[in-house]
């Protein structure tokens, strides 16, 4: 075998070449730690902007003074409300969606037509979720700028998450317990309802929490479905329109007549809504992470 | 060409708490084709990746003793891996061709090393093909992908590819194990073949196999040698009575 | 006996949030209040026919309950397209097509002018801009967690990652506008605080945790058995990742990369808050721009229900709709390429 490597050669490459890797690795280390600098950086800058207007009565009162004054506390309002009201309607149809899709109808054509729709409802904007609340629910239903068609429309749009995650949850229970039902002369539903869907509800809130925490911070949907710039009262029905968080945020950056007062509310705002963004991007991560490490099969 | 002698001096080799080799002191014979037996979890695959240092991957590992290589120890500080690894070449149990062409596996060591003009690539590929006993099948075939031969040509292209950086000593953990029998018996007739001008080290589960094509045969059983002799010997005259039994199949 | 306890409960927790809601004003209050006796009396009726109607009735009528609400995922599908379809279709009656294709956007005038080309140009320049930054950061980043952080370094960069893909987006607007709009002009002296460029670091900002989580994905996918044969062979860890690691996950990267792009044409509040919002036809990334969605939020507010400038709205959301379906086809098509790959 003739020599084609020239050692020599080889050897002074070979200096180069593990000084390039370095260089890369290090390159890359300032990427990854560039990254959470930004996030440090940002959380901090939000935190300071805000800081003339966070104190506890912040979040426990309305706005008032042209709502440069004042707190957003009807804001959390409706956005508790809203999340309320869309976790009710899209839960529910979610998970038995899910329940058709995984234990009614498994792997057929008409399964494969089910999932299709809802990968594409997951692909949308949610401006064109917006456009559609608005023709549908409000005009076309006479629902009217309201929280219902606001929530309507927020359900619409995490419907297929909740599917999926219910869908997961439902998979990983394993074929044996349904077999066992069955055995024992349980109807599917019987077994659905008492043996699998309680085994699957871990799974299931995990998958209702993540997705509440994104729809919280959702603006485009409800900007024409039901957010209002502002109400002196709190609604009393889902037919009337609501005060919101995300939505304060935008109003506060671009429709107030003093800037210099309704940037540090928005930025307080900005407070309210990652704490509570985080708060279920967290329940829900860390009671994920608990259900992997308690499998009890 | 070059062959190195490998030695193992007083080895020991821990996986973060488990002793996974307990002072091995073992020759490797230049030109010559060593084999491990031993029963599963013994430590002979901890016992080959010693030589190149490939098992800093597997997690956390501590090290005694030495592992010389021409004398040197692998394991001093500030030893040159890179150029290690060159110099000590690994066929691993499941071939494991890079998804690319079969022409850009083999040349995929070269072209690291300085080799890079076209025509001395042509000549390093044609020349392992050939040496692995795969050139005629896959001649008109080096632009494409290696994923597509069979299992048993995949793993000589592997060992071709091994061959390709012009290394000293070949590890081979398990080379045929996951072959058929035909890609087997080439195997086996290749590392006959390269013994000429290489220090081979393979570890088999298969104890024909070792009688059939190694010089030497070590006996490992949890993490230490229990013996070692010419080939011809370990299967024939058994110095211990641990070892007949394990070749005459009463464990393992 | 236990179980007889532990139905009591079910019941009397709807009843108690029903109970509750005297306490609680406004709509919360009235969403316990008839959501509690809703579920209660649902409770109810469901205990009365497990015990007065026959179970193959029973179960036939929750079979087709489940089967309608499995349908009815597709039927919204169904809808949401049919719907801006038809209000978007309408734009059509009465416009001809070529008039969208000029370059002037102002339904203000009269006639009102209807060219979308400022608003295509105002997205595609805003999502280069973007992914021009975003892809060498996440796939960096990915390729960092993948390759060459440890353990402990991991446990602080990931949840960080997590963490900035849960912002809303609506923050990274205000955040744009507000820091980026001092410093670019300061750095660069243009006249417009919002711009392009700022709604694309404003995005970037947004797509790099989900890049990076997907390019990681596809880098884990990748077999071990290449890393160590690579570093058998004797190459670096820089030479391994350039050569095998990352060409062999190139297609799960180009997957990640297309659904990126699709989110940044989707999105709104950013780039309402970031981009300024000035319907001009430029390429200059320190021009305000604006976007297709930020058209359409902007617009809708003031547009009288079932007038040409409603549909003409509506047509904008039948191009986004369009657009972003394809690019997640495209992205759909290349990941089932890359699962098959790796699929041994």
């Known amino acids: 075998m003739g020599r084609y490597i020239n050692e020599a050669r080889a050897a002074a490459l070979t200096a180069r070449r593990r000084c390039a890797s370095a260089a890369l690795a290090h390159l890359l280390r300032l990427v990854a730690y560039g990254v959470v600098a930004v996030f440090v950086g940002l959380a901090a800058y939000v935190a300071y902007r805000a800081a003339p207007v966070l104190r506890p009565s912040f979040f426990l009162q309305a706005p008032r003074g042209g709502m440069l004054e004042g707190g957003v506390a009807t804001c959390i309002y409706g956005t508790a409300a809203l999340l309320l009201l869309t976790a009710a309607c899209a839960v529910p149809l979610g998970v038995l969606a899910a329940v058709y899709l995984n234990e009614f109808v498994g792997g057929g054509r008409g399964a494969r037509v089910v999932r299709a729709g809802v990968n594409n409802l997951a692909g949308v904007p949610s401006i064109v979720f917006g456009l559609f609340g608005l023709g549908f629910f409000v005009k076309f239903l006479h629902l009217d700028v309201s929280l219902l068609a606001a929530s309507f429309t927020l359900a619409v749009m995490v419907l297929p998450i909740i599917i999926v995650a219910t869908e997961e949850a439902l998979r990983a229970v394993p074929t044996d317990l349904r077999l066992g039902s069955a055995a024992l002369g349980a109807t599917r539903w019987q077994t659905i309802s008492r043996v699998v869907l309680p085994n699957a509800v871990p799974g299931i809130i995990t998958g209702t929490v993540l997705s509440i925490g994104r729809v919280a911070g959702e603006t485009a949907p409800i900007l024409f479905t039901g957010a209002a710039f502002y109400l002196p009262y709190l609604p009393a029905t889902p037919r009337e329109q609501f005060m919101e968080l995300s939505y304060h945020i935008f109003a506060m950056a671009t429709q107030a007549s003093d800037i210099t007062k309704s940037l540090p509310i928005a930025f307080g705002a900005t407070c309210a809504l990652l704490l509570l963004v985080f708060a279920f991007n967290l329940t829900g991560v860390l009671y994920r992470a608990r259900l992997r490490s308690r499998k009890r099969w | ?252 | 006996m236990r179980t007889r306890s532990r139905s009591w409960v079910k019941y009397a927790l709807p009843l108690a949030a029903a109970a509750l809601s005297f306490a609680v004003p406004g709509v919360i209050g009235w969403l316990l209040l008839w959501g509690g006796l809703a579920a209660f009396a649902a409770l109810v009726s469901g205990a009365a026919a497990a015990r007065f109607i026959p179970r193959r009735v029973r179960e036939g009528v929750v079979n087709a309950a489940v089967t309608a609400a499995g349908y009815a995922a597709v039927v919204f599908i169904a809808l949401i397209f049919i719907f801006i379809f038809k209000e978007g279709g309408a734009a059509f009656v009465h416009i001809p097509p070529r008039e969208f294709l000029r370059t002037l956007w102002q339904p203000a005038l009269e006639p009102p002018r209807y060219g979308v080309l400022p608003l295509v140009t105002g997205s595609v320049l805003v999502t280069v801009l973007s992914l021009l930054v975003a892809v060498p950061v996440g796939v960096g980043t990915s390729v960092y967690l993948a390759e060459i952080a440890g353990a402990r370094e991991r446990e602080v960069i990931k949840p960080v990652v997590e963490l900035l893909a849960a912002v809303p987006s609506v923050v990274y607007g205000l955040l744009g506008m507000v820091i980026l709009g001092d410093v670019i002009p300061r750095l660069t002296g243009t006249p417009f605080r919002l711009n392009a460029l700022n709604g694309g670091l404003v995005l970037a900002v947004m797509l790099t945790p989900m890049l990076a989580s997907l390019a990681e994905d596809a880098l884990f996918s990748v077999p071990h058995a290449y890393r160590t044969a690579s570093y058998a062979l004797g190459a670096t860890k820089g030479e391994t990742i350039r050569r095998v690691l990352l060409p062999a996950a190139s297609s799960g990267v180009a997957a990640a990369v297309l659904l990126a792009l699709a989110r940044t044409v989707g999105e709104t509040m950013a780039v309402l808050l970031a981009t300024g919002n000035a319907t001009i036809l430029t390429l200059n990334p320190l021009s305000s721009v604006r976007t297709l969605t930020a058209t359409i939020a902007i617009e809708m507010g003031e547009t009288a229900f079932g007038s040409e400038h409603y549909h003409v709205l509506f047509a904008l959301g039948i191009m986004l709709f369009a657009v972003t379906f394809a690019v997640n086809l495209a992205a759909e098509v290349i990941m089932g390429r890359f699962a098959r790959r790796y699929r041994r």
């Open chain 2, 1 to 252: 060409m070059v062959t190195a002698a490998v030695r193992y001096e007083g080895f020991n080799f821990w996986y973060g708490d488990f002793h996974a080799l307990k002072d091995i002191t073992l020759d490797a014979a230049p030109r010559a084709v060593l084999a491990i037996i031993g029963p599963s979890g013994c430590g002979k695959s901890t016992l080959i990746k010693a030589v190149n240092r490939i098992s800093a991957f597997d997690g956390h590992v501590r090290v005694e003793g030495k592992v010389l290589l021409e004398g040197e120890d692998v394991y001093a500080p500030g030893v040159d891996l890179v150029s290690l690894r060159r110099r000590v070449g690994m066929v691993f149990q499941r071939p494991n061709p890079f998804p690319m062409s079969v022409y850009d596996n083999i040349a995929y060591g070269p072209r690291l090393f300085g080799v890079t003009r076209r025509g001395e690539l042509d000549a390093v590929v044609e020349e392992t093909l050939k040496r692995a006993a795969l050139w005629p099948e896959v001649r008109d075939r080096l632009r494409e992908t290696a994923l597509n031969l069979s299992g048993g040509q995949q793993q000589r292209l592997c060992i071709a590819r091994a061959l390709a950086v012009e290394p000293e000593v070949l590890l081979m953990d398990e080379p045929a194990a996951s072959l058929d029998p035909t890609s087997t018996q080439k195997v086996e007739d290749l590392i006959v073949e390269l013994k000429a001008n290489y220090t081979i080290i393979i570890v088999t589960h298969n104890m024909q196999q070792a009688a059939r094509i190694s010089d030497r045969t070590a006996f490992l059983m949890l993490g230490a040698l229990v013996e070692v002799d010419a080939t011809a010997t370990i299967f024939t005259r058994p110095a211990l009575k641990l070892t007949e039994d394990y070749i005459t199949g009463r464990f393992g």
